[in-house]
């Protein structure tokens, strides 16, 4: 596996299903990132992670909960989701959080509806 | 509300002639700037990033910089039904704690027509 890789890569939920999105990066980065992306609007930046401590929450309701437990892993854990959060979660990582030069790499996203 | 501007298209762009692409920022503390290319159904690919004002080519691609108006600019030359797709510009934003976080436009779709 080389890049990010994200699982799965569709998920079909009901809003009291409990799941989990996972994400990893295979390019020796310190930092990782969730984003939202709805149709038509700018990627939206969920949470932040920079040597596993959280370094950012963009006011993401508490049913969204994410979780580090290393460098290499970011995890989304869903739970109790409304229709409204159906959207493309994508994962991105960079080689850090302290440098204005921050490329991003991003993986393949997952595609979640929420019926 | 720092805010990253991109005209959505589409874009139609006849097969060999130059797209252009704009973006405006608001932060004017803004450092890095970069270009996304991202397909139906894909994920944002990066194909370009600038640092200083002035051009920068790599392939088929040029972006342009100007800090004092504020614009970031992509160039597509030689435009191929490959490079049908949104293009995204980000912007780094600049925070009193020094970490970079990057701003999304919302993109900006482009058609190549054979």
């Known amino acids: 596996e080389t890049g990010v890789t994200q699982t799965p890569r569709h998920l079909v939920m009901g809003m009291t299903n409990k799941k989990s999105l996972k994400c990893e990066q295979h390019l020796g980065h310190n930092a990782m990132y969730w984003y939202k992306q709805s149709a038509k609007k700018p990627l939206e930046l969920m949470f932040v992670?920079?040597?596993?401590?959280?370094?950012e929450n963009n006011s993401v309701p508490s049913r969204f909960s994410p979780e580090c437990p290393n460098s290499s892993h970011l995890f989304l854990h869903l739970h109790t989701l409304q229709p409204e959060d159906s959207a493309l979660y994508l994962c991105?990582?960079?080689?850090?959080?302290?440098?204005?030069?921050?490329?991003?790499?991003f993986g393949p996203g997952t595609r979640l509806t929420v019926l | 509300q720092k805010e990253v501007e991109q005209n959505s298209g589409p874009l139609s762009v006849p097969e060999g002639a130059i797209a252009s692409l704009n973006c405006t920022y608001s932060d004017r503390g803004s450092q890095s700037f970069f270009w996304y290319r991202q397909y139906s159904g894909k994920s944002p690919e990066l194909i370009m990033f600038?640092?200083?004002?002035g051009d920068k080519e790599d392939g088929r691609f040029t972006a342009q910089l100007n800090k004092a108006s504020q614009y970031v600019s992509l160039l597509i030359r030689d435009s191929q039904p490959s490079d049908s797709a949104t293009y995204l510009c980000a912007v780094n934003e600049v925070t009193t704690d020094s970490w970079g976080k990057l701003q999304f436009g919302a993109g900006t779709q482009v058609v190549v027509t054979p």
């Open positions: 600038i640092y200083s004002n």
């Open positions: 992670y920079s040597l596993e401590e959280r370094v």
């Open positions: 991105a990582s960079s080689q850090d959080t302290t440098s204005a030069f921050n490329e991003q790499f």
